[in-house]
T-cell receptor, first 112, second 111 residues
């Protein structure tokens, strides 16, 4: 069963706009990660946020985590055409870092 | 460094045929993983190997076997392929954290 579910399933924006995608999960977590997948390629790690962190930044990426609501959001600011990809959240539970569960993904299209 | 490599990139099998997907990593990682990705389903863990010499079932292990040949290599075997195993297969590795590095994938079609 999927631990994480992303929302929306698909998002289309103009270049330069911000993109926000959300992830909800069901059980307690140790870490939450976001990955990007370009069409036909493997996943690439973007950012990891620990359960005791609330916000993390990396370049144009901002991730928030609300453990009380079991949810996270990924914000991409000033989007570029190259950001077009699918984005997945992934969670792991305390004591089991190998068992990472991935969500179903948000497909982002950035229109030049 | 090549990171995580997978062979083959594409494969077409007939129902009942067998094949082995190969994966290798050059990052000296202890843990390795096999996932399958189906449309609308995200990635689902088939098997993982926490360290050399150990393997454990994931969420969808039925119909698959794995071998952790050494620290670098982790193979996935389909003994008798079925159309339901048509999917894209990804290998990944990690070095003591949940952060995983993925290979480019193998696109498998079973007719």
């Amino acid at each position: 069963s999927q631990q994480g579910e992303e929302d929306p399933q698909a998002l289309s924006i103009q270049e330069g706009e911000n993109a926000t995608m959300n992830c909800s999960y069901k059980t307690s977590i140790n870490n939450l990660q976001w990955y990007r997948q370009n069409s036909g390629r493997g996943l690439v790690h973007l950012i990891l946020i620990r359960s005791n962190e609330r916000e993390k930044h990396s370049g144009r990426l901002r991730v928030t985590l609300d453990t009380s609501k079991k949810s996270s959001s990924l914000l991409i600011t000033a989007s570029r055409a190259a950001d077009t990809a699918s984005y997945f959240c992934a969670t792991d539970r305390p004591g089991g870092y190998q068992k990472v569960t991935f969500g179903t993904g948000t497909k982002l299209q950035v229109i030049p | 460094n090549a990171g995580v490599t997978q062979t083959p990139k594409f494969q077409v099998l007939k129902t009942g045929q067998s094949m082995t997907l190969q994966c290798a990593q050059d990052m000296n990682h202890n843990s390795m993983y096999w996932y399958r990705q189906d449309p609308g389903m995200g990635l689902r863990l088939i098997y993982y190997s926490a360290s050399e010499g150990t393997t454990d079932k994931g969420e969808v292990p039925n119909g698959y076997n794995v071998s952790r040949l050494n620290k670098r290599e982790f193979s996935l075997r389909l003994e008798s392929a079925a159309p339901s195993q048509t999917s894209v297969y990804f290998c990944a590795s990690s070095g003591g954290t949940s952060l995983q590095y993925f290979g480019p994938g193998t696109r498998l079609t079973v007719t």
